[in-house]
C-alpha cells in the first residue's frame, strides 16, 4: 500500500506522458507538487490554470512553460517535465517547421476604436456577464465578426458554445497582428504603430486580438473542454497576453492604458529581489533605478521595451522568460544599458548562460545549470553562495572570458541524452571499486517467493570540491532556426568542462558536460519502506558507486538494472554526480535519503518500470 507506480501513455504517436499514483491510493496532490517561485513575480514564469488544458501546441516546443515542470530538487524536473523533455528532444529538429496560415473566407466587419474599448472594460470588469447564455454569448460574437459564415440546419446548433469558440479561433488565426513568436514581447506588439514605420496596424488592431483572446478564454472556461482545433502556438501566446493584459493594466484617461500601482510594486520588488540574491554586476545601478521607478512615474523615464514589459507584468511565460529577466537587468543598469548582449541562441533548447569576469549565470535548463545546481544547497553565509531562482543558476565560478567584461551570451554544447536504458552501451569496464549489490542487505539470502526490502549504501563521508569552470570553443556559427531568439551574429558553442577535487583520494577530475541530462526528483511514497514482489528482484539489482569511483567508472551496458551513485558527501558531490551522468550521457533519478521516497520506490523509478534512467544519485 502506497508504493510509487509508473504509467505511460501515448497521448498521441509522438507524445508520451509519464504519470504516478500510489498503489491501492491512486493520484494525491503530492505527486504533483507545484514548486513555489521565490517572489509573486516570477509566478509569471509559467502558464497560468486557465490556460493550460488547451497549451499543448506550446507546451510541445516550450516544456519550461508548464507550472508542473519543475521538481523538488534545483535544477530537476517532476516526472511531468520529464516527459515534455522526452518528447520535446525527439522531435527538436522538427520545431523550426512553419504553423498552418489561416485565412477567412469573408473579411472581419470594421469596429470603431470606442466600442473596442468599451467591450474591453466590460469584459474586463464583469467577464461574460453573471446572466450570460449561449444565446446572448452567440449575439456578442456576431457583434464582434459580423454575420456567421455558415448556416445551420438545426436552429438550436447555431447558438452552441463550441461554434462560437471556433469563429473566434477562426479570426484570431487570421489576424494581421504579427504573432508573439515573432517579436518574443507584448509590448513590441502593443507599440507596433511606434516600432515599425508606416505599418499596416495598430494598437487599436492589438487591443482587438486582445478581446477576440479574452473572449476565447473566457467561453473555454464554462465549455471546459479539452482540445479545439486550430489552437496554435501563436493563439496560446495571444490568449496567455489578453490574461496578462487584463489582469495588469488599467484604461485610464484618453483611451491610455498603464500599469496597476500594485503591479509596477511587485514587478520591481520582484526584480531587485532578484539581482540582490543573485549578487549581479552593477547591482547599485540596480537598486537606484529600482528606486527611481517606485518614487516617480515610470512613462516619463526612457524604459527600454523589456523594462517596460517586465514593469506592466506582461512577460511571456517559459523559455522566454529568463531573457526577459536578463533584458530588464541591462535595461536597468546605466552601464550595461548600452551593451545588451546581440547574440543569438536556441532559446526553447535553453542552453545559455551569461558571463562576467568574477562570475557566471546559466539558464536553469542549461547542461550547466542542471550540474551546478545542487551547489544552491551548500551551507554557506547568507548571500554567499550559487542560487537557483527565476530560472537561473548563479553565481558560479567565472571561466574568465576575454570578451565578458559587461556580460557574454553563450551557448553551450550539449547532445540530447539517451532515453532507454537498453540504448546505452558501456564505453569500457567497471570501475574496480564498483559493488553489484541484490536487493536485499544479505545478498541472495531467502528463496524467490519472498518479499524483500532492498537496502541503500550507507551514507558517504566522502567529500568533494568543484575547482574550476572551464568552456573551449567549439563552433563559430549554427544554423538559424525557429527556436532561435534573434541578434546580431551567432554565438560559438562552448563545451563546458568541470575539475573536481576529491579529498579522500586526494585526486582531481575533470568531467566534460556531453550531454544534457535530465534530471528527475524522486516523488514521495507512502507507507514505506516497500517490499519487492515475489519474482521482480532482477529490476531490482543495482550496483553501486562513490564519488572516488567515479572518474574510472563507465556505464554498465545494463548488466545492473540500476547504477546508484552514492553522494550523501554533500552539494558539491551531487554536482559531480550529475558532471558524470552528463559526461557519459545518461539520464538519473535524484533521491534523497530518508525523506519521502522510500529506496525500493527510488530503484523503480530509475528503472525499466519509471523513467528508464538506469541511475540513481543517492544525497
Not at 67 to 81: C, I, N, R, V
Not at 214 to 221: Q, S
Not at 267 to 283: C, D, K, N, S, T
Not at 340 to 355: E, L, Q
Amino acid at each position: 500500500m502506497g508504493a510509487l507506480v509508473v504509467h505511460k501513455v501515448h497521448k498521441t504517436s509522438d507524445s508520451l506522458m509519464c504519470y504516478a499514483w500510489l498503489a491501492g491510493v491512486g493520484e494525491v496532490p503530492e505527486l504533483a507538487a507545484r514548486q513555489p517561485e521565490f517572489h509573486p513575480a516570477f509566478a509569471l514564469r509559467s502558464l497560468s490554470e486557465a490556460i493550460i488544458p488547451v497549451a499543448d501546441s506550446l507546451l510541445k516546443v516550450d516544456v519550461e512553460a508548464d507550472p508542473m515542470y519543475a521538481g523538488w530538487s534545483p535544477g530537476s524536473t517532476s516526472l511531468t517535465g520529464f516527459s515534455r523533455e522526452l518528447n520535446f528532444w525527439r522531435r527538436v529538429d522538427d520545431l523550426a517547421d512553419a504553423e498552418p496560415s489561416w485565412t477567412r473566407t469573408s473579411n472581419i466587419i470594421s469596429l470603431r476604436s470606442d466600442f473596442i474599448l468599451e467591450r474591453w472594460k466590460a469584459i474586463v470588469k464583469d467577464g461574460l456577464g453573471s446572466d450570460w447564455t449561449e444565446k446572448k454569448g452567440y449575439d456578442a460574437v456576431r457583434e464582434l465578426l459580423g454575420p456567421s459564415d455558415y448556416t445551420w440546419l438545426n436552429q438550436d446548433e447555431t447558438f452552441k458554445l463550441r461554434h462560437q469558440i471556433s469563429d473566434l479561433l477562426a479570426v484570431m488565426n487570421a489576424s494581421p497582428v504579427p504573432s508573439m513568436q515573432e517579436g518574443n514581447s507584448i509590448g513590441v506588439l502593443a507599440h507596433i504603430d511606434q516600432v515599425t514605420p508606416k505599418p499596416n496596424v495598430g494598437f487599436i488592431d492589438f487591443l482587438l486580438q486582445m478581446l477576440v483572446a479574452r473572449e476565447v478564454t473566457l467561453r473555454m472556461a464554462k465549455a471546459k473542454q479539452r482540445w479545439y482545433g486550430g489552437v496554435t502556438v501563436r493563439i496560446v501566446y495571444d490568449l496567455v497576453a489578453a490574461e496578462l493584459w487584463s489582469q495588469n493594466m488599467e484604461l485610464g484617461a484618453q483611451a491610455r492604458f498603464d500599469p496597476h500601482k500594485a503591479v509596477q510594486e511587485r514587478q520591481v520588488g520582484g526584480i531587485l529581489a532578484f539581482a540582490e540574491a543573485m549578487r549581479w554586476p552593477y547591482l547599485s545601478e540596480i537598486r537606484e533605478t529600482a528606486q527611481k521607478l517606485l518614487t516617480s512615474e515610470p512613462d516619463q523615464m526612457a524604459l527600454d521595451i523589456r523594462a517596460w514589459d517586465w514593469l506592466g507584468g506582461l512577460v511571456l511565460p517559459g523559455a522566454l522568460f529568463p531573457l526577459a529577466v536578463i533584458g530588464t537587468l541591462y535595461s536597468m543598469s546605466p552601464t550595461l544599458r548600452t551593451r545588451m548582449p546581440g547574440t543569438a541562441v536556441k532559446v526553447h533548447r535553453g542552453n545559455y548562460g551569461i558571463v562576467y569576469p568574477q562570475a557566471s549565470y546559466w539558464a536553469a535548463r542549461s547542461v550547466l545549470g542542471k550540474v551546478l545546481a545542487p551547489l544552491s544547497l551548500a551551507d554557506a553565509e547568507a548571500g554567499d553562495k550559487t542560487k537557483c531562482l527565476g530560472g537561473w543558476v548563479g553565481p558560479c565560478l567565472s571561466p574568465s572570458l576575454a570578451e565578458s567584461t559587461f556580460g557574454l551570451l553563450v551557448q553551450l554544447k550539449g547532445r540530447p541524452p539517451s532515453w532507454v536504458a537498453e540504448d546505452r552501451g558501456a564505453d569500457g569496464g567497471d570501475a574496480p571499486a564498483a559493488v553489484a549489490t541484490s536487493p536485499t542487505a544479505q545478498g541472495r539470502q531467502g528463496n524467490a517467493a519472498e518479499w524483500t526490502i532492498p537496502t541503500p549504501p550507507p551514507a558517504s563521508t566522502d567529500t568533494v570540491t568543484l575547482q574550476t569552470l572551464r568552456l573551449t570553443k567549439m563552433a563559430v556559427a549554427q544554423p538559424a532556426d525557429g527556436g532561435a531568439v534573434r541578434g546580431d551574429d551567432a554565438p560559438p558553442v562552448y563545451l563546458a568542462r568541470l575539475d573536481f577535487r576529491l579529498a579522500r583520494g586526494r585526486l582531481m577530475a575533470t568531467m566534460a558536460l556531453q550531454a544534457n541530462s535530465v534530471f528527475v526528483a524522486a516523488m514521495p511514497c507512502r507507507g514505506g519502506p516497500h517490499r519487492i514482489k515475489p519474482g521482480a528482484a532482477a529490476g531490482y539489482v543495482f550496483r553501486a558507486l562513490g564519488a572516488e569511483d567515479l572518474p574510472r567508472a563507465e556505464l554498465d551496458g545494463g548488466a545492473t538494472a540500476v547504477t546508484v551513485i552514492n553522494a550523501t558527501g554533500g552539494p558539491a558531490a551531487e554536482t559531480f554526480a550529475r558532471a558524470w551522468c552528463s559526461e557519459k550521457g545518461t539520464n538519473a533519478v535524484v533521491w534523497k535519503r530518508g525523506e519521502g521516497c522510500c529506496f525500493k520506490c527510488a530503484l523503480m523509478l530509475a528503472g525499466r518500470e519509471g523513467a528508464a534512467a538506469g541511475v540513481l544519485i543517492m544525497c
